[in-house]
């Protein structure tokens, strides 16, 4: 799911690619490193040709989750994923992304696939979005989006 947002990151120090990412965890446990978040939102703007960019993801528990889905989507309950692509500002791509962790676990299991690779493919999925893909909610898996996604989720898993 991605919302439009328009409010702006604060500065974070960009890193050799001019890609700056904001990795936070809000007192939820997570089975990917900070430092392989970074990497993988990374090398998937890189991979897309984003040559500047402010990524700020945050892992939340499916309490502020939920709150968040009724508050800017309209739904109840908790979601995995929330990603809002912000107005670009000098040629910056910008977004947050929320994920929650204990959601993506659930559906982990519900596939059939491993935790990692669940969270993995929610960071991918969050970095599409604020690269501006986007999917039908009734085919995202027959979407080009969804292919794209995968496609890194291979590399990465």
């Known amino acids: 799911m991605s919302p439009r947002g328009t409010r702006s990151l604060p500065d974070r120090r960009r890193d050799e690619a001019g890609i700056a990412v904001d990795v936070a965890r809000d007192g939820v446990t ?21 040559r500047a960019g402010m990524v700020s993801l945050t892992f939340v528990t499916n309490r502020v989750m939920a709150k968040m889905h009724r508050e800017f989507l ?8 929330i990603t809002f692509e912000l107005d670009a500002a000098d040629g910056v791509t910008m977004g947050d992304i929320y ?3 204990d959601v993506a676990r659930a559906n982990a299991r519900a596939h059939g696939v491993g935790v990692r690779e669940e969270m993995i493919r929610l960071v991918i999925h969050g970095t599409l979005h604020v690269l501006g893909y986007t999917h039908p909610e009734d085919e995202r898996t027959a979407s080009v989006m969804w292919r794209k996604q995968e496609e890194w989720v291979a590399a990465f898993a």
């Open 30 to 50: 997570v089975p990917v490193s900070s430092a392989r978040v970074r990497e993988i939102v990374r090398a998937v703007c890189e991979g897309e040709r984003v």
């Open 99 to 101: 994920i929650a962790p």
């Open 74 to 81: 309209g739904h109840r309950g908790a979601t995995d994923i």
